[in-house]
């Protein structure tokens, strides 16, 4: 095999979580000076698992602060998943795994959506949690997508 490839393919194996597809934000408080507060709506897909879509919703600061990105945004998110089409799970199906991550504050603070796999229910189970570096936040969404067959597979 040809050496040029191989870094490529390595790399592949180790991919990280979904990028979001922003949908749209809708304005919760007009500001006089900079951005408004508002809640955005992003989607993506499980890298791992196609045929599972996510929304996730989630509140963003504005003002001057949040113009130049300073402001923390709060911990306040919702999330959805879906199938949205045929479901593949792969031959090892790990306990756990990150999907989705965004950082909602220039200090170390994220928004993290994790990949359960309930195997009893052969249920997806995808937990959405705020991450500080030093003390996590306890702000959490679920939302489960069950294994069924899509169409006529």
Request: contains cysteine; proline residues 8%; hydrophobic residues 40%.
């Amino acid at each position: 095999m040809n050496p040029k490839l191989l870094l490529p393919l390595a790399l592949a194996a180790f991919a990280a979580p979904a990028l979001a597809e922003k949908i749209g934000c809708v304005t919760t408080e007009w500001k006089l000076i900079g951005s408004n507060h508002k809640v955005c709506v992003e989607s993506f897909g499980d890298p791992k698992i196609p045929g599972v879509t996510c929304h996730v919703s989630q509140a963003r600061t504005g003002g001057v602060a949040g113009s130049f990105g300073l402001a923390q945004d709060p911990s306040q998110f919702s999330l959805a998943c879906r199938q949205t089409g045929p479901i593949t799970l792969p031959e090892k199906m790990p306990k756990e795994a990150t999907v989705f991550s965004e950082d909602t504050s220039i200090f170390f603070k994220e928004t993290r959506v994790m990949r359960l796999w309930d195997e009893a229910n052969r249920t997806l189970v995808y937990l959405a949690i705020s991450r500080k570096l030093i003390d996590g936040a306890p702000a959490n969404s679920i939302s489960t997508v069950p294994v069924m067959p899509w169409g006529t597979r």
